[in-house]
Nanobody, 115 residues
Framework: QVQLVESGGGLAQAGGSLRLSCQASGSIFSANVMGWYRQAPGKERELVATITTFGGTIYATSARGRFTISRDNAKNTVYLQMNSLKPEDAAVYYC?????????WGQGTQVTVSS
């Protein structure tokens, strides 16, 4: 079983920054993809960014150029540095780990952006 614990959410002003962290524990397959998704009220959950064990990244158009995903494989931790935040970035951000055809999700962390 895999557990994911997110941290780092909170309140930021528009134009500000936040850094999210997600640490995985448990039986983690060495080759995996970790990522961040978000869900705003009344909207579907959407991809923000993903990163493979080997550092390959994918960004949503809305995140490209403002957000940076990174990971520390030794710590089984993925980060999301969010800069130039906009009110439309407000959402619950979820960490996801995909390995061996299984998806694991964290409990989510709230990000609020004031205009």
């Amino acid at each position: 079983q895999v557990q994911l614990v997110e941290s780092g959410g909170g309140l930021a002003q528009a134009g500000g920054s936040l850094r999210l962290s997600c640490q995985a524990s448990g039986s983690i397959f060495s080759a995996n993809v970790m990522g961040w998704y978000r869900q705003a009220p009344g909207k579907e959950r959407e991809l923000v960014a993903t990163i493979t064990t080997f550092g390959g990244t994918i960004y949503a158009t809305s995140a490209r150029g403002r957000f940076t995903i990174s990971r520390d494989n030794a710590k089984n931790t993925v980060y999301l540095q969010m800069n130039s935040l906009k009110p439309e970035d407000a959402a619950v951000y979820y960490c996801k780990l995909k390995a061996a055809n299984n998806d694991y999700w964290g409990q989510g962390t709230q990000v609020t952006v004031s205009s």
